[in-house]
């Protein structure tokens, strides 16, 4: 068997270590050869601290692209992002910095909106969701509350140290023994009253479930009453659901508004009754004529006048009748001509 020669050798071995070169340059260095097929899209972030290019993006932590490019713009980390075609995003997505771990590397979780008709197109921005959180703000919260931890141990340090501390300890712990003990004893003594305010509680609260069924029977009542009303069902159901009584009424109010223009406008009777002022005037004139007519009888003047107020007028009358009365008791005794007669001479005295 032929010998591999040492140049083939050497050969293999630098092509080896080609190949390893270049894995180790695209998954640690994160260098995206073949990637550039998609579309850009940008998000503008209030800090990119931790995100570099190559960074991974993801939706629901799939990566779907990477990031492609960081710049300062208006004081805010301008960052390209590049997706496949095959990835579609709604207009109201929202893009957030995100990192696995505590310590962990950065990356663009892209929260998917709902919107179906409109999405983001090539070039376009995904608005920024949550500011991303500082780690070294983070720590510098951590380490201010350990100082005023620090602080506040300090302060029970120097009030429960040495012997005088630990007595007022000893003695709070013995105060609280007794409080409970007491605490016992008043509940043993007034059990029999906590269990009747107990009960009552119980009988209080069988009244509320009565109550509570009562009003649950009442709501259900009027439920079905509105439904039969909404049905149409009933009187007052008619009165609703029925449009002819609508129309009528509608109709009938109508009528009434032309009626109460024609009386405004003076026509018809009626009409000249309330716009004709010569009426008024000559009820008026009449008034004011029997008015006069009435004061003149009151004070005797006229015929009419001197039969109110004139008494002989009455007394001769009265005298006529009780002659005419005598002279008819011999009606039965004379002729006709002879009882005429009669009368008229007795009235004619």
């Known amino acids: 068997m032929k010998k591999i020669s040492t140049e083939i050798k050497v050969g293999v071995f630098v092509v080896l270590g080609i190949l390893v070169l270049a894995y180790m340059t695209v998954n640690i260095e994160k260098i995206g050869i073949g990637r550039a097929v998609g579309y850009r899209i940008f998000t503008k972030l209030d800090s990119a601290a931790g995100l570099v290019k190559n960074s991974p993006v993801r939706i629901a932590g799939v990566e779907v692209g990477r990031v492609e490019n960081i710049v300062l713009e208006n004081g805010k980390a301008k960052v390209t992002l590049r997706l496949p075609f095959q990835i579609t995003l709604p207009i109201d997505s929202m893009a957030f910095v995100k990192s696995e771990g505590l310590l962990g590397e950065k990356y663009i979780e892209i929260q998917p909106g709902s919107s179906k008709d409109v999405f983001v197109q090539q070039n376009a921005e995904v608005r920024q969701g949550a500011s991303p959180a500082d780690i070294d703000q983070i720590f510098t919260q951590i380490g201010s509350v350990a100082t005023d931890i620090k602080g506040v141990t300090a302060s029970l340090n120097r009030v429960l140290g040495g012997g005088e501390g630990e007595q007022s ?166 002729t006709p001509v002879t009882v005429l007669g009669t009368v008229l001479g007795t009235v004619l005295r």
């Open 169 to 334: 300890l000893k003695k709070t712990f013995e105060n609280i023994k007794e409080i409970t003990s007491d605490l016992n004893i008043t509940i043993k003594q007034n059990r029999e009253k906590f269990s009747t305010t107990m009960s009552n509680f119980e009988n209080l609260s069988r009244d509320l479930a009565g109550v509570s069924a009562k009003a649950g029977d009442t709501f259900n009542t009027i439920n079905r009453v509105a439904k039969k009303i909404d049905d149409g069902e009933g009187t007052l159901g008619k009165l609703v659901a029925d449009k002819t009584l609508y129309d009528q009424s509608k109709d009938a109010m109508a009528s009434l508004n032309k009626i109460v223009k024609k009386i405004d406008d003076g026509e018809g009777t009626l009409g000249k009754l309330v716009t004709d002022k010569t009426l008024y005037d000559q009820s008026k004139d009449a008034m004011t004529s029997l008015n006069n007519i009435a004061k003149k009888i009151e004070k005797g003047e006229g015929t009419l006048g001197k039969l109110i107020t004139d008494e002989t007028l009455y007394t001769e009358t009265k005298s006529a009748i009780k002659k005419v009365n005598k002279a008819a008791e011999g009606v039965q005794e004379q």
